[in-house]
């Protein structure tokens, strides 16, 4: 019998290994992506009310076309990796992606279920919340979005009333979909197959983060207060743990997708009402405190659901913490490992920067 081999040597090699994997697909999205960012401005005028919600839609089917396509690419080019790597047995990952997607009509009412109480009792008291009680948090989310510009892909937000509706029909809906496709759809749902699952939810969080963290780097925004960057960065790896973890255990991806599309659209009225200079107050009474209610009343029905859904939640969370025992872990490597997730987090978010942006 062979020497077994050390719990960081595992650590590392497993990150490693499915960081290569995360930059073959990267570079399949940057090749799917020359698509809606040279040969669309070609075939349609850039200032046209039509262009950003059709550059947001060609955008969502490359990402969900690329990354099948790259997932078995790589799944030939790494097969001796794959076999001493992957935890469980590993099948082909293009049809595990492409099964996040499976609604049928047995699975469906449970599948919005998850959606609708994801928007009601996370997204939803998480954003009133915020905006409410870091009222500049609104402007700086209207300012970093970009809603003005030549180069900006979000001038809808600068529209009058009907295009921005016509607008918001669709480009939230694409948003959602080409994020949660990347993040929880890939990155969560591949990474808890070369580790455990946790790490994976934390790994995909931290880039979801940075994602949006990172938005204090663009020109608008440039030079304002780093706490709401922070605040956003926050928000958003909170979510993106809650999502990730949902993904994990019911292997679902339009509960999530939902969920997200409808808190996009929320948004955009917050923020269009903002730059047009409507209080917030607005949103608050004719918008958020009556969703607020539906979330109580939602809570109180499926009360015996979530607070079964949260227990198991919480002890797999915990479970991040302690000894991976598949490994062998000691304590020293549990605090390595933790240190390693949050680093690769950080390297997958700068690879994207430099493939992707």
């Not at 969900?64 to 997932?71: K, Q």
């Not at 990155?187 to 204090?216: C, D, P």
Request: charged content about 15%.
């Amino acid at each position: 019998m062979g020497r077994r081999e050390s719990p960081l040597k595992t650590i590392l090699r497993q990150r490693f290994y499915f960081l290569f994997e995360v930059l073959i697909i990267f570079l399949g999205i940057f090749i799917f992506m020359l698509i809606p960012t040279f040969l669309l401005p070609f075939l349609i005028n850039s200032s046209s009310v039509i262009f950003e919600p059709l550059y947001y839609l060609v955008k969502a089917v490359m990402i969900v076309v690329a990354i099948p396509i790259f997932l078995y690419i790589a799944y030939f080019m790494m097969e001796k990796q794959r076999k001493k790597l992957i935890l469980d047995e590993d099948t082909n990952p293009s049809k595990k992606f492409l099964n996040l997607f499976k609604i049928t009509r047995k699975n469906f009412k449970f599948q919005l279920l998850y959606g609708i109480l994801l928007l009601f009792l996370i997204f939803i008291p998480l954003d009133f919340f915020t905006y409410l009680l870091v009222p500049d948090m609104l402007d700086f989310v209207s300012t970093a979005l970009q809603p003005s510009g030549e180069s900006s892909l979000n001038n809808y937000f600068g529209e009058n009333y009907i295009i921005f509706l016509l607008s918001i029909v669709l480009i939230p809906l694409c948003v959602a979909i080409y994020e949660e496709s990347l993040t929880r759809g890939f990155l969560t749902s591949r990474g808890s197959e070369y580790f455990n699952k946790m790490s994976a939810v934390i790994i995909t969080s931290f880039f979801f983060g940075l994602g949006h963290f990172s938005y204090i780097f663009t020109a608008p925004p440039f030079g304002l207060s780093i706490t709401f960057s922070i605040i956003w960065f926050l928000q958003t790896f909170l979510v993106g743990i809650v999502l990730s973890m949902v993904v994990l255990r019911r292997h679902w991806i339009f509960p999530v997708i939902f969920a997200h599309t409808l808190n996009n659209v929320i948004t955009s009225f917050s923020i269009w009402n903002n730059i047009n200079h409507i209080d917030f107050s607005f949103m608050t009474f004719y918008v958020y405190i009556p969703l607020l209610i539906i979330g109580v009343l939602l809570l109180i029905w499926q009360f015996s659901r979530i607070k079964e859904s949260l227990a198991i939640g919480w002890t797999e969370f915990k479970s991040y913490f302690t000894r991976d025992k598949t490994i062998g872990e000691g304590t020293l490597d549990t605090v390595v490992r933790i240190m390693m997730d949050f680093l690769f987090g950080l390297l997958i978010f700068l690879i994207g920067v430099i493939i992707l942006l």
